[in-house]
């Protein structure tokens, strides 16, 4: 919090404060230096940015990135709080879906009836007495569970060696050995990325070809298994092969005697797939989550006691039980009249295509023509996949580039505006945990002082609010602490809100029969009374809806489709780079702090690399390596082990962003080189894992990374000249917001 990256106060970049109607040199941005400005001057300036996109090109032109909501865990997140004043002045663009699981939550609403990525696993002590097996598919919860969406209480790292005490078998499938199968001592059975499809079917193929799937189960509780079948034999109209153990293996890289093996053990044994997200961030991802359904079901498994499916072992300690309490909610977004919509990832596709139609899950929608972004609590410069396609995009396309940041991270940086947020210990707010379990309510108070001229969130967005008029819808008239003891009494729980916020934390209680909860056990019980919410009401091995679509990369069975990069089409000596999300941080957060040193190699992200190309390429650990592409050029720090499998390198996401004369990122952010080509037509998802590159040793570094230094601030030249009074803000906003003000509150001023 007291980082040197700290905002300390609203900044202006240099040319867009010249001249913020005119040229503004947008090709400068994230190259030259800031302005400090006061705060009066810097929200007078967003408002008219935002009114002048509005007159100009109506609110759909105004596109907010602050998808997700990562960077707070209180009930006053940014990205609400954003949603809430642009639904105010006649709404905005924003993102739907997210990066997360942005292709199986289109896609298996379809297949199993919920998205499966963001919900409930079944219960531990169900595991720890019935599971034989955990097959982790990229699936990494001792990593990607140390962080949640709200808050982590890591009980699952006790349970989960209770149940390797129990004798519980751990097969890992991943390119990398994981913390997680450190931890519970996995077998790790590689695999070549992008390509557990094969896997999967191929032993869907071995089992149905020795008699060993369950025909009854298929009858009961499935559809399409007859449309699927003549996939697997190679009697599909596609003319695609038999999916033989035998053409697995040249696909994956393992053995066809172990894909035999896993099969038979996985038929004989009470087995639970734990799929990671990671596999479908990936192109054709919607078929991965997919075909292991499908073979689990063919098994008989889904919805009996600890084996089955799950997508969300890794996320939100799946497995805690669940305590059903009502957990507190902060002020809603409201209403959003724009419709317009981009998918998370779509980011730079909208930018240059304003206009373009584009199909997902089934309908047709078209991309705004946005001209102004507002991002907070979020780093869109990082996360977003090809950044130097954002950068052209953005350059193309963006007037007005607004961050709401307590840190210089990579979107304030290359920021029109910034405006300095304080961070979460500056400010009052409630929380709770954890995102599955619901068994606390956490009170976040402020403990330390606001740093520099911050503000919290809240406060940005009403002072916008006041601006443009709508103060009294934003606040309804109440303050912060109003709001948090409302929400926490909206809970009904029994210790008075004063107690709690002195205690700072209450505790849920997690009925009895929760412990023993079993995901698609209602299912599994009475199909008939439970129905899953697929159009058939069963688990579809084909799938009617996605045929009626008619995508032309997204079949309606799961098929192995080859990713358009991958070792098995990328030129010798080129890498398959996976972006696993980092073990001590939260993405981008924390990039800049001294916990990087923990991980670091001459101040660089590091890169996991496998002992056999690192000895090709003659790099040893501590060295400085270069990957690059079409795409970009990143410098990272070589980590070379046993741990990660020949032609894979692994490259935490999330750094922040230098570049040198050479274009090349001096930190090693990922996605310098990544793609941002769509998942597919169904979902339009990310694709982040499916990324190819070439691989050296670094000779040629121009200097230390610079990614963590401040940008450079320099004085203004004279006054600002803004005379704000007669910019008018609140009379233009009326105007935009339109005759019909829906919105309205009675008393607002
Ligand atoms: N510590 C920490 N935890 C986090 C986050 C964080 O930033 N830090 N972020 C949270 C968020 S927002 C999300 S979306 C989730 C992400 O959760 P996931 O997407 O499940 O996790 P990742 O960390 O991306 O990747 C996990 C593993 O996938 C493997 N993998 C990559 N590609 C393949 C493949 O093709 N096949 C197989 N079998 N394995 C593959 C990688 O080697 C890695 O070990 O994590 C959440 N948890
Ligand atoms: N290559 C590759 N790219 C990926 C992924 C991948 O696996 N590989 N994963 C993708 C996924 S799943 C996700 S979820 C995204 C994550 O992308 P983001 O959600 O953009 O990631 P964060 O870095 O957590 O960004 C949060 C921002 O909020 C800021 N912040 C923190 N606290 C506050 C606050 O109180 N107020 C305000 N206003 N700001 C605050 C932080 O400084 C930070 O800049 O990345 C995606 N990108
Ligand atoms: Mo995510």
Redesign the pocket.
């Known amino acids: 919090v007291y980082s040197k990256t700290r905002v300390k106060y609203p900044m202006v970049r240099r040319s867009y404060l010249a001249n913020p109607k005119g040229d503004t040199r947008r090709d400068l941005r994230g190259k030259e230096p800031f302005v400090r400005v006061s705060w009066d001057e810097a929200l007078a300036l967003t408002a008219d940015a935002i009114l002048r996109t509005a007159e100009k090109y109506g609110n759909e032109a105004l596109f907010s990135s602050s998808y997700g909501g ?1 960077s707070h865990a209180g009930l006053l997140r940014p990205q609400v709080l954003q949603g809430r004043l642009f639904g105010l002045i006649g709404g905005h663009s924003v993102t739907t879906g997210d ?2 699981g942005g292709a199986s939550q289109v896609s298996l609403p379809h297949i199993i009836g919920d998205m499966e990525v963001y919900s409930p696993q079944t219960s531990w002590e169900v595991m720890a007495e019935h599971t034989q097996v955990m097959v982790w ?4 919860p001792f ?2 569970n ?2 949640e969406y709200t808050v982590a209480d890591h009980q699952m790292v006790p349970r989960w060696k209770q149940i390797k005490e129990r004798g519980v078998q751990f097969i890992s ?4 050995y ?1 913390p997680t199968d450190e931890a519970l001592g996995s077998e790790w059975v590689k ?1 070549v ?2 390509t ?1 499809t094969a896997l999967f079917l191929a032993m869907a193929y071995h089992v149905y070809s020795t008699g060993k799937h369950d025909r009854a189960y298929l009858d009961k509780y499935t559809v399409g298994f007859d449309k699927f079948l003549p996939y697997l034999l190679g009697q599909d109209a596609d003319g695609s092969p038999p999916k033989t153990p035998e053409w697995a293996a040249k696909i994956t890289g393992i053995p066809a005697g172990k894909i035999v093996e896993m099969a038979n053990l996985f038929a004989s044994k009470r087995t639970q797939f734990a799929g ?4 479908q ?2 192109h054709h991802g919607e078929m991965t989550h997919w075909a292991i359904i499908n073979f689990a079901a063919m098994l008989g498994k889904i919805g009996k006691p600890g084996e089955g499916v799950g997508f969300s072992w ?2 939100g300690n799946g497995g805690m039980p669940q305590s059903n309490a009502i957990v507190p909610v902060g002020l809603s977004q409201g209403r959003n009249p724009v419709k317009a919509r981009c998918p998370a990832s779509r980011i730079s596709e909208m930018l240059l295509n304003p206009g373009k139609t584009y199909v997902r899950d089934g309908a047709t929608h078209t991309y705004p023509n946005a001209k102004l972004i507002y991002n907070a609590g979020n780093n869109f410069m990082s996360h977003q996949q090809d950044t130097n396609e954002l950068l052209r995009a953005m350059n193309q396309q963006v007037d007005t580039v607004i961050c709401q940041d307590p840190w210089w991270c990579a979107s304030s940086r290359f920021a029109d505006i910034v405006l300095p947020a304080t961070s979460a210990l500056e400010r009052n707010d409630i929380s709770y945990g954890g995102t599955y379990s619901n068994d606390k309510i956490y009170a976040m108070r402020q403990v330390i002082a606001t740093y520099g001229e911050s503000l919290d969130d809240f406060e940005i967005f009403r002072r916008l609010a006041a601006l443009l008029g709508v103060e009294y819808g934003f606040t309804e008239g109440q303050t912060v602490m109003q709001i948090l003891e409302n929400a926490y009494k909206a809970t009904g729980h029994k210790v008075p809100f004063a107690e709690f916020w002195s205690k700072g934390l209450v505790t849920m209680p997690i009925p009895t029969e929760m412990r023993r909860w079993v995901r698609h056990g209602d299912f599994h019980a009475d199909p008939v009374k439970n129905k899953l919410h697929t159009q058939s009401g069963k688990i579809e091995l084909y799938c009617s809806q996605i045929a009626s679509f008619k995508i032309p990369d997204c079949p309606p069975i799961p098929k192995y489709l080859e990713p358009a990069e991958f070792l098995g089409n990328a030129q010798p000596g080129q890498v398959h780079v ?1 972006s ?4 001590n ?3 981008s957060q924390m990039a800049q702090a001294d916990v990087r040193f923990e991980q670091n190699v001459k101040g660089r992200q590091h890169i996991r690399i496998s002992v056999e190309d690192a000895q090709a390429k003659g790099i040893v650990s501590g060295d400085l390596v270069e990957l690059y592409n079409g795409r970009g050029r990143l410098i990272a720090g070589a980590v070379v082990t046993d741990q990660i499998m020949k032609g894979v390198v ?1 490259l935490e996401e ?1 750094n922040w962003i230098s570049l040198d004369s050479k274009g090349r990122c001096n930190s090693g952010a990922i996605n310098i080189i990544t793609s941002s080509r769509a998942s597919s037509g169904l979902s339009q998802a990310t694709t982040a ?1 499916t990324c190819i590159a070439s691989l050296k040793k670094c000779l040629d570094a121009e200097g230390e990374n610079r990614a963590y230094e401040p940008p450079a601030v320099t004085n203004r030249a004279g006054k600002l000249g803004l005379n704000i009074g007669a910019m008018k803000l609140t009379e233009r906003a009326q105007k935009i917001k339109g005759a019909t003000l829906a919105t309205m509150v009675p008393g607002e001023k």
């Open positions: 990562w990066y997360s598919v990229g699936c990494d990593k990607n140390r962080i499938i991943n390119p990398q994981t695999i990325p992008n557990d990671a997200w990671s596999l961030r990936a890794h996320y996976v696993p999300h980092p073990y941080r939260v993405h692994s999330g894992n």
